[in-house]
T-cell receptor
Framework: GQQLNQSPQSMFIQEGEDVSMNCTSSSIFNTWLWYKQDPGEGPVLLIALYKAGELTSNGRLTAQFGITRKDSFLNISASIPSDVGIYFCAGPGSNYQLIWGAGTKLIIKP | DAGVIQSPRHEVTEMGQEVTLRCKPISGHNSLFWYRQTMMRGLELLIYFNNNVPIDDSGMPEDRFSAKMPNASFSTLKIQPSEPRDSAVYFC??????????????FGPGTRLTVL
């Protein structure tokens, strides 16, 4: 079945640093989604990508839909403490379900 | 809108007891999803309903798990009997499916279940 591989699994960064994470798949997706889960909460949609090559920003976040449609990237510029959490990529599977990556945990060093 | 509401937020129970988790989806949404999240397995879809009808329950671990959606504004996930390996955070999410390839899922805050 379809699977999404996210990397890295976790990141320790200094406040102010830029962050990059990615998601890859062995099969093509027509939509890529990036969610963020704050500690103790449910995931919340950050960015949705619908077209190969698309680059979309949401504040300090920028996500790209890979040209091959088998990957996507999320970048966070000038990280701040509230960026802490788990970032998930996801894509539509069959029957309106979502296929989820395992998540990238972002930890900011004090 | 209040968003997806789940109760309880935390549940601690003993092995063998029945556990019932509750969810109220966003008003007007026609689909509801139950997920389980653990460190080992990540976010797993257990079951999802469309217009109150279960569409796919292939993620339900075993017969001890059951889910119902008696009306558009309420769903339950029941575990009977509970086991320590059921300890996890259970999320409910709802969505308005319109026939597009993708429709955003809105998650509740989750129920953290601990089975001793």
């Amino acid at each position: 079945g379809q699977q999404l591989n996210q990397s890295p699994q976790s990141m320790f960064i200094q406040e102010g640093e830029d962050v990059s994470m990615n998601c890859t798949s062995s099969s093509i997706f027509n939509t890529w989604l990036w969610y963020k889960q704050d500690p103790g909460e449910g995931p919340v949609l950050l960015i949705a990508l619908y077209k190969a090559g698309e680059l979309t920003s949401n504040g300090r976040l920028t996500a790209q839909f890979g040209i091959t449609r088998k990957d996507s990237f999320l970048n966070i510029s000038a990280s701040i403490p509230s960026d802490v959490g788990i970032y998930f990529c996801a894509g539509p599977g069959s029957n309106y379900q979502l296929i989820w990556g395992a998540g990238t945990k972002l930890i900011i060093k004090p | 809108d209040a968003g997806v509401i789940q109760s309880p937020r935390h549940e601690v129970t003993e092995m063998g007891q029945e556990v019932t988790l509750r969810c109220k989806p966003i008003s007007g949404h026609n689909s509801l999803f139950w997920y389980r999240q653990t460190m080992m397995r990540g976010l797993e879809l257990l079951i999802y309903f469309n217009n109150n009808v279960p569409i796919d329950d292939s993620g339900m671990p075993e017969d001890r798990f059951s889910a119902k959606m008696p009306n558009a504004s309420f769903s339950t996930l029941k575990i009977q009997p509970s086991e320590p390996r059921d300890s996890a955070v259970y999320f409910c999410a709802s969505s308005l499916l319109t026939g597009d390839l993708y429709n955003e899922q809105f998650f509740g805050p989750g129920t953290r279940l601990t089975v001793l």
